[in-house]
């Protein structure tokens, strides 16, 4: 299996509800090498005061916590609509708490006691999705700050590329091709294919077939 790349969790916050003293401080130091924040907490009146002031992107909750069930506190802040992703930990198997996680979507459930790596490969998973969703909107921005900057007719064709590349990256189309679905000038556009193929990012491979070298872009 490949490992996981942990470091994405570096720009994280957890909150960790926990009534076990022991227990919340062992593991709140442990992770603490992982995260960006963690805010370690013994009761959900504590719990709902860190979710209000600052910004949480998972919760690590105990379900049987002293006098009060983790799954109620986690039921109350969704009444509140607050969604955050969830691992509940428990030290029993009782059924009921299992479905109840379920109708509450949380995204894990580990049996305690825990092990760390299990629980670290849960936040990625969690998190990972996050991550990657930034990064598509980062080179969104990316491409409209290209698109004022430049040649907006450019930036169409290298998009049209883009989304027509098939599964090994090639492109096929000729310039009549290419300009009966985008207007724009034959020079421009040659002068646009010559550039990319200076810098290796469109090789071509046939007539009409360019491969696009992804690896170039780096």
């Known amino acids: 299996m490949q490992n996981k790349d942990l470091n994405i969790l570096q720009d994280f916050n957890i909150l960790y509800l926990e009534d076990d003293e022991n227990l919340l401080k062992h593991t709140k130091d442990l992770l603490e090498d992982f995260v960006n924040n963690i805010y370690a907490v013994k009761t959900s009146k504590e719990a709902m005061n860190i979710l209000l002031n600052k910004k949480v992107d998972v919760i690590i909750s105990d379900i049987l916590l002293e006098n009060e069930n983790g799954i109620d506190f986690l039921k109350h802040i969704k009444e509140k609509e607050i969604f955050i992703p969830t691992i509940l930990t428990t030290a029993h198997t009782d059924t009921k708490y299992l479905l109840d996680a379920i109708k509450l979507k949380v995204e894990n459930y580990i049996v305690k006691p825990i092990n760390i790596k299990e629980l670290l490969n849960s936040l990625h998973d969690i998190l990972l999705p996050i991550v990657q969703k930034q990064e598509i909107l980062k080179n969104i921005y990316v491409i409209k700050t290209i698109s004022a900057i430049t040649d907006s007719k450019q930036v169409d064709i290298i998009k049209y590329i883009i989304n027509s590349l098939d599964n090994d990256n090639h492109f096929t189309a000729s310039y009549t091709d290419i300009m009966e679905e985008i207007s724009i000038s034959k020079p421009t556009l040659i002068k646009l294919f010559k550039d990319l193929a200076q810098k290796?990012?469109?090789?071509?491979?046939?007539?009409?077939?360019?491969?696009?070298?992804?690896?170039?872009?780096?």
């Open 200 to 218: 290796d990012i469109l090789v071509k491979v046939a007539h009409k077939t360019y491969k696009f070298n992804q690896s170039a872009l780096k």
